[in-house]
């Protein structure tokens, strides 16, 4: 009875199985998986004789490898924190609190009650002293910052 071996083309058809599951997911993890099981295919095509547990061992330690890379170096930068082309008068007069007061040259945060153009938190700038706690209002913007004063 002849043993059944897992060749370079199975690798590559679960990666690619697993890659075209992302598409129905949307958790961006199947992918990093996917791709180490194409990278193991690719290994076993040209050294043919590797062991299956050499085989998950590459798969396992090159796909967590991705997935650590993505989610702690490659996603963080990927995030839009401009709030380029945020609309102004959605702004202006809306009341929040204030969670961290302004100190020197560090901006201070406030959350508004309901987010607004896709964010609760918003950097702020005050000229006057504010505490935390405060309700203030919003009179203007300066760039990604919202210039506030006290309500």
Request: glycine residues 10%; hydrophobic residues 55%; contains cysteine.
């Amino acid at each position: 009875m002849e043993s059944f071996q897992i060749l370079y083309w199975h690798w590559v058809l679960f990666g690619l199985l697993l890659i075209g599951l992302e598409m129905v997911l949307p958790t961006f993890l199947t992918l990093w998986f996917g791709l180490g099981a194409l990278l193991v295919g690719a290994v076993l095509f040209i050294w043919p004789e590797m062991s299956l547990a050499w085989q998950l061992g590459i798969w396992l330690v090159d796909s967590a490898i991705m997935v650590f890379v993505w989610f702690k170096f490659i996603q963080p930068q990927m995030k839009d924190r401009t709030k380029a082309g945020m609309g102004r008068e959605a702004l202006l007069g809306e009341t929040g609190i204030v969670i961290t007061v302004p100190r020197e040259e560090k901006k201070g945060r406030l959350r508004f009650p309901t987010p607004i153009l896709g964010d609760d938190e918003w950097e702020i700038i005050c000229q006057e002293e504010i505490a935390e706690g405060d309700r203030v209002i919003v009179i203007e913007l300066s760039g990604n910052a919202l210039v506030v004063s006290k309500k």
